[in-house]
């Protein structure tokens, strides 16, 4: 099974573990969970549409991230798992 | 700023400094070349507003596999210059085709400029073309890695590094560019740090680089002009322009002659004072 990993558990950061799947699935473990799970989710599927990705499995462990590093993070992930 | 910190990037502009640079090269190890581009073009993209600083971006070195997708990543209307690392004339004549190219693709309005880093021998022979080279306007002494290609220590007094500097700074004079003097490494001792800008400042450097937010503040107490030479610089212009209305060209100020090379100087003052609206604060 192909996937791939990128960012940090730093301080702002956020890693991102993406794996091949017949299906998609998107898990958000978050500092700020209770306050921006839902934004973060939308930055996956998001940048997971303009991918034109529909099956993957995302597991996002935030570390306080703003959006546009989530998207970084995901994008180096998703490049990283295609080779 | 090492471009694959995500904390660094997001506070990088608070800072009162004249630009910032974002560095894909030598702060970004091997293996998270990709993240950091990444990183960095997100970053920008991002950016809502123009920052009031420049916004730079050091790429990895032409000789590397990874300068062009570095360029096809961060070149955009929210970048300023593009930093060049080991600069030759071979590399500028290449990296000017490539942005021509990136800016034509894009339809940017922006044209990119260029700092060369002068970092290896080859590098300071090359300085007078380098300095005429296209898009470039400014062009930054790199002390550590040209020391390592001489094979010699970098020491604090920097004697080793004093036919490089001298001729960036006569080079960059000429064809009048930022002259931008290497960082200053140890980031504890800013009394040293004091003393190389003065340096640098009276070898003819315009600015100098930082490697660290606590030296900003010692770097701009040097390089801005002093409350003093304002005064002088606006006693100058106003006397100039009363001595022309009775076709003076040459005049006494204090006992001092004041003919076209003063005058320059002190225009020169002023330019870089109305540009940290210095004279707008002495006058409130």
Request: charged share 30%.
């Amino acid at each position: 099974m192909k996937r791939g990993i990128a960012g940090s558990m730093e301080s702002n950061d956020a890693l991102i573990t993406v794996k091949e799947s017949d299906k998609l699935s998107v898990t958000v473990k978050s500092i700020v969970y209770d306050f921006f799970h839902e934004q973060i989710e939308k930055v996956i599927y998001d940048t997971l549409a303009e991918r034109g990705i529909g099956n993957v499995e995302v597991i996002c462990e935030d570390k306080g991230a703003l959006d546009y590093t989530i998207k970084a993070r995901l994008l180096t992930a998703l490049d990283r798992m295609e080779g | 700023m090492p471009g694959n910190n995500p904390a660094m990037l997001q506070n990088s502009d608070v800072f009162d400094c004249d630009a910032v640079i974002y560095d894909l090269e030598d702060a970004v190890s091997v293996t998270e070349k990709d993240a950091a581009r990444t990183l960095v073009a997100q970053f920008l993209s991002a950016m809502k507003k123009q920052p009031p600083m420049e916004i730079v971006v050091r790429i990895n070195g032409l000789d590397t596999e990874y300068w062009e997708k570095d360029l096809e990543a961060v070149v955009s209307d929210k970048i300023d210059s593009i930093m060049l690392p080991k600069a030759q004339v071979r590399y500028l004549k290449q990296l000017d085709e490539a942005l021509s190219e990136i800016e034509r693709k894009k339809g940017m309005k922006k044209h990119v400029a260029v700092l060369p880093i002068i970092e290896l021998a080859a590098s300071v022979m090359e300085i007078d073309d380098i300095v005429k080279a296209p898009r470039v306007n400014g062009v930054l002494l790199g002390a550590e890695d040209l020391s390592s290609d001489l094979e010699v220590a970098r020491t604090k007094k920097g004697n080793e590094i004093l036919y490089p500097r001298m001729k960036l700074a006569y080079a960059c004079a000429a064809y009048k560019i930022d002259s931008i003097d290497t960082p200053f490494t140890d980031t504890n001792d800013n009394e040293g740090l004091a003393d190389d800008c003065a340096f640098a400042a009276n070898l003819g450097f315009t600015s100098k680089a930082a490697i660290h937010p606590n030296q900003v503040p010692v770097i701009n107490s040097v390089f801005v002009p002093t409350a003093k030479n304002i005064e002088w610089a606006l006693r100058v212009e106003e006397a100039t322009r009363i001595n022309a209305e009775k076709g003076l060209g040459v005049f006494s100020l204090d006992g001092k002659m004041v003919d076209k090379p003063v005058m320059e100087r002190a225009r020169k003052i002023l330019v870089k004072a109305r540009k940290y609206n210095l004279i707008q604060e002495d006058k409130q």
